[in-house]
């Protein structure tokens, strides 16, 4: 069964920068798309980044130039390096893996306060 566990969250001032973490029980190299995603309050979960198993990677216009996903397949983790944080970057930031055509599995969420 796969699992994904999402850390890194927490309170930071506006400028500042988070690097949230989404570890895995399973080797996260044969996964061909991972992503990350976030629902802020009152808002529907919306896409923030994807990265494929080729090196692949897309961003939402929002956070271009600040935020960067990554993966390490030794540590089967999945990264989002989170830059020049604003308040509008406040959310649940959820991690998930398409595991096969009708799979997808998710993380439990960790929460980004950007506030002063």
């Known amino acids: 069964q796969v699992q994904l566990v999402e850390s890194g969250g927490g309170l930071v001032q506006p400028g500042g920068s988070l690097r949230l973490s989404c570890a895995a029980s399973v080797s996260i190299g044969s996964i061909n798309v991972m992503g990350w995603y976030r629902q802020a309050p009152g808002k529907q979960r919306a896409l923030v980044a994807t990265s494929t198993s080729g090196g692949w990677t897309n961003y939402v216009d929002s956070v271009k130039g600040r935020f960067t996903i990554s993966r390490d397949n030794v540590k089967n983790t999945m990264y989002l390096q989170m830059n020049s944080l604003t308040p509008e970057d406040t959310a649940v930031y959820s991690c998930?893996?398409?595991?096969?055509?009708?799979?997808?599995?998710w993380g439990q969420g960790t929460q980004v306060t950007v506030s002063s």
């Open positions: 998930n893996a398409v595991i096969t055509a009708s799979l997808t599995v």
